[in-house]
């Protein structure tokens, strides 16, 4: 773990575990609700028939100012550390330390929420509500957001155009 | 127990702009591409009225003592099933519907709820207004009070339909079969439970099912405070009605609890 004043997050042996098998992957679930009602204790440190380690005690740490870029193939796991790391996923084991940060915030899967019959000043408000910016936020940012997608008129017409997540 | 219910209504203070965001889209986005657009709200309950309205014109079979006109009871009561039942089902298909932008986006997962249980409450409001409408045609009086009283006395039945829903949502990621025979199930109470007939048969299984059904005592209440502004059991529906406040609470730590759990196997 990273002491320094400047660490913005520190990664440390995180791992986290798929099924390859839908329907192992489904009774898996159904057993882990399961134990957790009865407060059996499940071991999520060991892989179960099926299982493998998407991320395998991955570890880094990350500095205010820094720009770190995670490279693998498709289905190395690039999604899933972003997802671990801004809670969408439980980890399974390792820790995560975030130093003064306020909100760590995904973004991936650019069209992912955004309805395809709303209009492009619609989908901003939608689109950056769900990224967790007010309304206040968002009225402030807007021109700059309507400028950056160099759409131009093209705000005011639906979505739909654009390919679906 | 304060713990979840306090960390809930700060998710939904902090994300409350997200909530409405969802809610028009949903309801805007809905019917933007409909000339006629959001008017639907408007015509479609008038459909169902106007069902009822020829029903009662064809003559029906009256099934015992209802206080009032067969259909305008019927129509009543199945507005407030529906009530129910809507919610029971907007909920319990959240994280199929949504699952996919939620785990994209990160944001407090009883957003998805607020959504629904705001929508739901609009796309209500708008045929029970129209149903009363139809019940003073048919001759019904109500009291100022009992009107005013009617919506909060429909609370534990919400809370009822949206706790059975928010179970129903997180294991219908992972046992679709299970969830399927709930589903079937759902409909089948409609008919267990004193909808469409008055809630006084006390013999046979269907009485003694219905002594201990807690929607039997949550409808009538809500019906016969309307209709005849009266009490109908009350003590036993205040047990009901705390019944749910805890059940509720139960079910939103399991859904906040494994909603994650469980979309992290399909997406």
Not at chain 2, 215 to 235: G, P, V
């Amino acid at each position: 773990m990273a002491d320094q004043a400047n660490t913005l997050l520190s990664v440390d042996r995180l791992s986290k575990k798929f099924c390859k098998d839908l329907k192992r992957s489904m009774l898996y679930g159904m057993v882990d609700i399961g134990k957790d009602m009865l407060g059996i204790k499940s071991d999520p440190t060991h892989l179960r028939q099926g299982e493998f380690w998407a991320l395998d005690e991955v570890s880094f740490d990350l500095y205010e100012g820094q720009i770190l870029s995670v490279i693998g193939t498709n289905g190395s796991g690039k999604t899933t550390l972003m997802r671990v790391i801004s809670d969408i996923f439980p980890k399974d084991k390792g820790q995560i330390h975030p130093f003064n940060i306020e909100r760590v915030t995904p973004i991936f899967a650019l069209h992912s929420g955004i309805n395809p019959m709303l209009n492009g000043h619609e989908n901003i408000q939608l689109k950056g509500a769900m990224l967790g910016m007010t309304k206040e936020e968002l009225a402030r940012k807007k021109n700059f957001i309507a400028e950056f997608s160099e759409l131009g008129s093209f705000l005011n017409s639906p979505s739909a155009p654009t390919p679906p997540a | 127990m304060l713990r979840t219910l306090r960390q809930t209504a700060i998710n939904l203070q902090r994300y409350r702009y997200l909530s409405w965001q969802l809610v028009r889209s949903n309801l805007v986005g809905g019917y933007k591409k409909s000339f006629i657009g959001l008017g639907w709200m408007l015509i479609l309950p008038l459909i169902t009225v106007a069902t009822w309205i020829l029903l009662n014109g064809a003559g029906v079979v009256e099934p015992g003592e209802t206080g009032i006109a067969y259909p305008a009871y019927v129509l009543l009561s199945t507005s407030i099933w529906g009530f129910f039942m809507e919610m029971y089902r907007t909920s319990s298909q959240v994280l199929t519907d949504r699952g996919r932008v939620v785990v994209m986006n990160s944001f407090p997962y009883e957003v998805l709820l607020m959504e629904k249980v705001i929508v739901h409450l609009i796309n209500f409001s708008i045929p029970l207004a129209l149903n009363i409408i139809v019940l003073l045609i048919f001759g019904v009086r109500f009291h100022w009070w009992s009107l005013l009283l009617f919506p909060v006395s429909l609370l534990p039945l919400l809370l009822f339909g949206l706790g059975i829903g928010m179970v129903v949502a997180v294991m219908r990621v992972i046992a679709v079969d299970i969830c399927t025979l709930i589903d079937e199930g759902m409909k089948v109470l409609m008919f267990l439970t004193p909808v469409v007939y008055a809630p006084k048969i006390d013999q046979g299984w269907l009485g003694i099912f219905n002594q201990y059904n807690p929607l039997a005592y949550l409808i009538s209440f809500s019906r016969e405070l309307l209709i005849n502004s009266d009490f109908y059991k009350t003590t036993a529906y205040f047990w009901c009605a705390l019944f749910c406040f805890l059940f509720f609470y139960l079910t939103l730590r399991f859904y906040l609890n494994f909603s994650k759990r469980v979309l992290e196997r399909v997406y």
